[in-house]
């Protein structure tokens, strides 16, 4: 009895073919994805580079979002499974099944599928993991370790959550059989289909929303409200696309169905009438694909900027070699004993030091506006920027250059816009109002050349950064006044020593851990070297890298099944309908013509939005990728049209491919077989 | 001159890889003149669909010829046969053969607009067909909203709206209840004594008791065939049923509904 039961599924997984393939291959490269994130996540050979810690804290927050998108995703494969089969069922109901065996069936059916996939999934998931962990290792110039480590940790989370997915499937299609007459199951398929009614209300609301969306995005001046709204605006453009195309398609098509004289043409009549099913069954389905290939071209395009610039971040951000900040010294000779005691520690690891200078900076959050630089007393998260001061000694050592500055002069450097010839600085008040306290005005020099000074991270969330040289140590202290001392980010009772060097990687990071380890001996407050945050950056943006593309082929991946799954449901429809037409007195060409103009219309729509909407999403993105470590607009332009153009010819080769077998489907039943 | 003349046509398929062959017409001959009510008669398999689909220009016959008017088909390209069956053969079904994605008015329509008629020359053509066979009430309707004998009437008026020399009808009664049957048997007689020429292909005695001449057909040859004459549909629905019984012998199992 099990065995007749083992090759009635058997059977069913095979003749289905068509829907259980890409089934099995969808649920594998779910399972693949996941395999690979968590493996990463669980990986102690890259836990011990440097920044392959953050990798794997990046890789472990996409789990979570993979076993979603995967549970819904599959979920919907699923159903669509079910009902392609329904008729089969109907047909073991009449020939004596009961509902009972009928669930047996499904349950070994799923179980099939479930097997199949977890296997061919996490064996390619290990590989893959296999080679990313090489690259990584590569990357960072270490010892490949080509041993197979079996991570028990990853392959029973995947077992146990997908077998967790699949049972869920099962219940919900065991619970659907329960409820419902199988006999009617028959007739399922020849039940008629009412016709869509105009929804105009929804089409213009739809259209409100991704307007708003659109204008949201373009009218967005600062970087930090970009990140604010961009949320507001991705719901808005989701909301608006499965509006227009739902109700949107349907209410258009529906008015030219009402002109006559176009509608009762040869080409238009089929088409209009076909695309309105089409459209009625399918817009939710293409809004999704839409909506996916969307989400792929901005993540694939925004973290690939981001990587690509990882060497210019890392250059401007940390300019120089060391950066290690003590309180500030009393003395000379303490500040003396200092720089020997770090030049000490170069030399014990053979790291040869080019500059070394102390000095003190103003670093703080403040208000830019016509020519007034205001801090204030609490922090404020919009309309922020950063502001960096320092004396002219420092900045001519280690530019080895006079700038010569007056005293009421101030050499500046900044990425924003600013186009005043003086500045002057004047506090807020609780209110955040100018208050009385206004210091004297200075002439602004313009600095062209970012300063070859470090910064800091702080750059990063800010609207724009400022780099202020002033005369001496008299205008330096003497502007303290005119500062909250709250909105200082590293307050002016410290200082901070810069160096050099001119040694290889090896030794940097040897002079890092010297000073790391025996910190009892140099009693700094924190030391920053610039090698090992290049490596964490790596390990940074190299991690939402591999994020993204992992997720991008998730999408992808569901982007395609979403378009060979509707290929098919229409392929079943068209096929009918069709071999009306012909025995009408239709020429193969001319249903030939009318097919293609109406798969051309489901090819290209979501595609043509995506582009639309990524287009629309690219000054918003543009300003978060600044904040994030300004790309320039240039290189994050072309990564987009390549993204673009990339993802135009990987769609176009799926849909290529799914194409075949519904033109097989509609030409199977042309010629009346 | 005979409206439709099949000559010696013999329809031989064979299975993909050219292993099995099956005859499904030996030597076919018969004509239908115009304004004729012809049904050909057979059972399942006996290859009268399979000869209503080469009358059609819908399959090839393997030899033989086939006329309309005078004007063989064998010469024609795929676009002249669709053309041909657009303007000058009309179809009903079985199955009905209705577009879901239609409304009643525009599956009538769909011949017309694929010969490029103007909306304006649509309506006055739908008007009178459309009160002749009772659906006006129902243009504005789905498929899916109507009865079986309904379907089956806004079929017949598809095939009738372009005046095709002949209409083709497959089974047309082999869907409908009794009911159905009766009221669409009454339209084909109406439409027949109107000038139309019909020819029908049915297992139905009481579907053939309302031509005028039947043909029978078995195992791809055309057998017999009796005219009504001046006869009653009841006294013809007797004389079918005796030809059956006499000329098939156990071989057809004639429906008598």
Same mark, same amino acid.
């Given at each position: ?27 594998? @490269? ?29 890789? !472990? ?6 076993? $979603? ?46 097997? /199949? ?42 077992? @146990? ?21 199988? /006999? ?11 016709? #869509? ?93 839409? $909506? ?47 720089? !020997? ?86 506090? &807020? ?38 780099? /202020? ?8 202290? !003497? ?60 390990? /940074? ?39 009306? &037409? ?92 | ?74 010469? &024609? ?33 769909? #011949? ?41 009437? @806004? ?65 791809? $040859? ?11 549909? !009841? ?23």
């Amino acid at each position: 009895m099990t065995k007749i039961y083992r090759n009635l599924a058997g059977n069913a997984l095979s003749k289905n073919k068509i829907i259980y393939v890409p089934y099995i291959i969808s649920s594998m @490269v779910m399972i693949a994805i996941t395999f690979i994130l968590s493996a990463i996540s669980q990986d102690k050979q890259l836990r011990q580079v440097e920044g392959g810690a953050t990798l794997q804290v990046i890789m !472990s927050v996409g789990i979570p979002i993979m076993l $979603i998108i995967a549970f819904f995703f599959l979920m919907g494969v699923s159903r669509f499974v079910i009902k392609q089969r329904k008729k089969e069922l109907g047909v073991y109901c009449i020939l004596g099944m009961q509902k009972k065996h009928i669930i047996r069936l499904q349950f070994l059916e799923n179980l099939y599928v479930y097997l /199949l996939s977890i296997v061919s999934g996490t064996v390619i998931g290990f590989v893959i993991e296999k080679i990313v962990q090489l690259l990584f290792l590569k990357m960072y110039h270490l010892e490949a370790d080509f041993s197979w480590n079996i991570q028990w940790k990853t392959l029973i989370l995947i077992t @146990v959550a997908f077998a967790v997915f699949f049972l869920v499937f099962f219940i919900i299609n065991a619970i659907g059989i329960l409820t419902s007459n199988i /006999l009617e199951y028959m007739k399922e398929e020849s039940k008629g289909e009412k016709q #869509p009614k105009s929804k105009w209300i929804l089409a213009i609301v739809g259209l409100i929303f991704l307007g708003s969306g659109y204008a949201l995005s373009l009218n967005t001046k600062e970087g930090l409200k970009a990140i604010q709204y961009f949320g507001i605006a991705v719901a808005l453009v989701i909301f608006g696309t499965f509006a227009l195309f739902t109700a949107g398609s349907i209410t258009l098509l529906n008015s030219m169905k009402k002109n006559k004289k176009f509608y009762y043409k040869t080409g238009h009549f089929i088409s209009i009438s076909g695309m309105l099913y089409r459209m009625k069954r399918n817009a939710a389905n293409l809004a999704t694909i839409c $909506i996916f290939a969307t989400m792929v071209l901005v993540t694939m395009s925004s973290v690939t900027t981001l990587y690509s610039t990882i060497n210019k971040l890392a250059n401007e951000w940390y300019v120089t070699d060391f950066e290690i900040t003590y309180v500030k010294a009393k003395t000379q000779a303490e500040r003396d004993e200092r720089e !020997s005691l770090l030049r000490e520690a170069a030399e014990k690891t053979g790291v040869s030091i080019e500059q070394i200078y102390t000095y003190q900076s103003i670093d703080a959050f403040a208000t830019v506006e016509n020519g007034v630089i205001s801090t204030a007393p609490s922090y404020r998260s919009d309309d922020i920027s950063h502001v960096f001061i320092i004396t002219e000694d420092v900045y001519d050592y280690v530019h080895e250059t006079k700038l010569n500055l007056a005293k009421d002069e101030v050499g500046l450097f900044t990425s924003a816009s600013f186009s005043e010839d003086t500045i002057r600085f004047q506090p &807020m008040t609780e209110d955040y109002e100018l208050s009385d306290a206004v210091s004297p005005d200075f002439r602004v020099r313009r600095i062209d050349d970012t300063p070859k000074i470090n910064t800091g991270g702080a750059v990063m969330m800010t609207n724009g950064h400022y780099v /202020l040289v002033v005369s001496d140590e008299s205008v330096f202290e !003497s502007l303290k006044p005119y500062m909250c001392e709250s909105s200082w980010i590293i307050d002016t009772e410290r200082e901070r020593v810069l160096i050099n060097t001119s040694s290889s990687k090896q030794a940097q990071l040897a002079m890092y851990d010297e000073l790391d380890q025996n910190w009892p001996t140099y009693k700094y407050d924190w030391v920053t070297c610039k090698i090992d945050r290049v490596d964490e950056l790596m390990g /940074l943006y190299g991690g939402l890298f591999f994020l993204g593309a992992f997720l991008s082929i998730a999408f992808l991946t569901i982007t395609i099944l979403n378009m060979y799954f509707s290929q098919l449901q229409q392929g079943y429809e068209d096929a009918k309908r069709f071999a009306i &037409m012909r025995k009408v007195g239709l020429t193969r060409k001319e249903i030939k013509k009318s097919i293609n103009s109406q798969i051309v219309v489901v090819f290209l729509l979501p595609l043509i939005v995506a582009v639309i909407h990524t287009a629309a999403s690219y000054p918003m993105v543009n300003k978060i990728l600044n904040l994030l470590g300004g790309c320039d607009a240039s290189s994050f332009l072309l990564i987009v049209l390549i993204c673009c153009l990339l993802f135009a010819v990987v769609y176009t080769i799926a849909y290529l491919f799914t194409r075949r077998t519904y033109l097989k489907m509609v030409s199977g039943a042309y010629d009346g077989k | 001159m005979s409206m439709l003349v099949v000559k010696n046509v013999k329809k031989v398929y064979t299975t993909r890889f050219g292993g099995n062959k099956v005859t499904a017409l030996q030597n076919v001959n018969l004509t239908v003149e115009r304004g004729e009510f012809v049904a050909i008669m057979g059972e399942s398999g006996s290859g009268k669909t399979t000869l209503l689909n080469i009358i059609a220009t819908l399959d090839k016959p393997t030899e033989g010829e086939i006329e309309l008017d005078g004007q063989s088909m064998q010469s &024609m390209k795929e676009k002249q046969l669709a053309k041909f069956r657009r303007d000058r053969l009309g179809f009903v079904f079985q199955e009905f053969n209705l577009l879901d994605n239609f409304s009643v008015r525009d599956n009538i329509y769909l #011949p017309l607009v694929l010969a490029g008629c103007s909306p304006a020359e649509m309506e006055t053509r739908i008007r009178p067909i459309a009160d002749k066979l009772g659906i006006t009430p129902l243009l504005e309707k789905f498929p899916y909203e109507i009865s079986g004998g309904q379907k089956q009437r @806004v079929a017949v008026a598809r095939a009738i709206i372009t005046e095709p020399e002949m209409v083709l009808a497959d089974e047309p009664t082999g869907a409908l209840d009794s009911r159905s049957t009766d009221e669409l048997l009454e339209q084909f007689a109406n439409i027949n004594r109107d000038g139309q020429t019909i020819l029908m292909v049915t297992h139905s005695i009481k579907a053939a008791s309302t031509a005028g001449r039947v043909l029978f057909i078995k195992d791809g $040859i055309v057998y017999h065939q009796i005219y009504r004459g001046d006869e009653t549909n !009841s006294e013809f629905y007797r004389k079918i049923s005796d030809s059956l019984t006499a000329l098939m012998g156990s071989g057809l199992r004639a429906v008598n509904e």
